[in-house]
């Protein structure tokens, strides 16, 4: 479905036009409320496409199709479905969350600081909109520029050069497998014809068997690095201690990789990954017992979230190899809670290292009685991640382990398993830095959430208990276009009734 007013091209280039008035000689306080207001708007925007996306319609929707390079066959082609729309609103949440918890934290180049990540905000819409191939890899691409620079410059560790370097090698070595796939996929029509790369007409022109395994190893390889999964996982825990904590909850918070694997790798491919689903499996339930076992090992706050954060990429990778309405329902739901969980714990993490200058269990203990709004806060995000009844982390890790259940009986024995590990390194950090006598006196003096952060970390907070504690709001957004995703990928003999409770099945439909 198109629609007159340009809605997604206002959300995509709202935060790099607002970004410019930044290179004007303006004070550091006005350039941060400057980039606040943006922020603010973009959120506006965001939500109103939200608001704007019909929930019954399982196809594109607010298309915008505009030619962009003709001798490729290239257009300027964004849209939203079921999968992406989230995705919108939660990247100006946790952008606008970045900016108020981080208001004074950076102290030199202020107006570039902003400026990035007022740029990075907008190339990650970009990412979630786009569907053309050559226009999706250009924004995919596009982010790492403001990550380098946000990472090497601002970072926080003594490291942050390497952590920049680090990302970025990872990222580029990502990238290559998706460009041969994308061509590959343009490619592969009748000889002479212009190729193809609009998301919408590929999916209606499978590829042949034969090269769909190339395609799909290809495209699993390229967002398996972002995503990130074993063994591309080590860049996670790097840019987590050495990146500014805001950037390193941005790159928790949101998964770029996993959505490339549900948006692109498996549609695109659908014999080879029904082909390969148990490999995908495996792949996840290791990711997710290592990543659980490693962050039980961490007295570290931020190196346990990125730990922690590869642990539940393994479970939503579980949860979409089972091919069924439940797992994949949650999947999608969990991935848009690492915006309002992992994202806002990462961002407690960083006010704890501005006040106490670490993150290190066996410096912390008997927080609770100088900071008891943060503690409430930080208790509320961890319990949500356990997937504790009441908060958005139950109904999603629910519905995976059910899906899991009716695809995998055995793996979801795993799932449990690091659902069981899960709640160990969290409540223990908690018990060992929140609980218990002050380590030391001058603790007692600490100043508790200031108005900024508290006004970042309140919508989250009220998120985590409304999706809790009504996830069908969401769900029903997502069912039209995931039972399309699934009639897609499942051959008939392979199809899995989904489980009722949280949502009530719906007819087929072609994509």
Known sequence: MSNGFPLLSLCLFWPLLGALPLAAPIGRTSARRWALAVA?????????????????????????????????????????DGISIGFLPMTAL???????????AVQRLNRFYLALLLALESVTIGVFTA????????FWELTLPPLFFLIGLWGVGPHRRYAAMKYTLYMLFGGVPLLFAFILLATAGEPGALPVFGLPELLRSPLPA????????????????KAPLLPFHTWLPTVAMEAPPQIAALLLGLKLGVYGIVRFAIPLAPAAASEYRWPLAIGGAVTLIYGALVALRQ???????????VSHVGMVILGIASFNLSGLQGALMQLLNFASVAASLMLIAGM?????????ALQLGGLAKPLPRLTALFFLFALSSIGVPGGNGFPAELLMIFGILQAYPVLALVALLGAVLGAAYTLDFIRKG?????KAPELAGLRDLRG?????LIVPALLVLALGLSPQWLLSRQEATLTAWLSRVNPPALRLAPVTGFQAPAADRSI
């Open 131 to 138: 569907l053309d191939t050559v226009l999706f890899f250009l």
């Open 434 to 438: 929140f609980f218990g006598p002050l």
């Open 40 to 80: 603010g708007l973009e959120l506006l925007f965001c939500l109103w496409a939200f608001a704007a996306f019909r929930p019954e319609d399982g196809d594109f929707q607010l298309v915008e199709d505009h030619p962009w390079i003709p001798g490729l066959n290239a257009r300027f082609l964004l849209g939203v």
């Open 299 to 309: 007295t570290n706050l931020r190196r346990l979230l990125a730990y922690a954060g």
């Open 210 to 225: 034969s090269a769909q395994t190339v395609v799909f190893g290809l495209l699993l390889l390229g967002f398996a690095v």
């Open 452 to 456: 900024r952060e508290l006004a970042a």
């Open 352 to 360: 704890l290292q501005q006040r106490l200058g670490s993150n290190d």
């Open 94 to 104: 946790v952008t606008l969350a970045a900016l108020l918890t981080g208001w004074n």
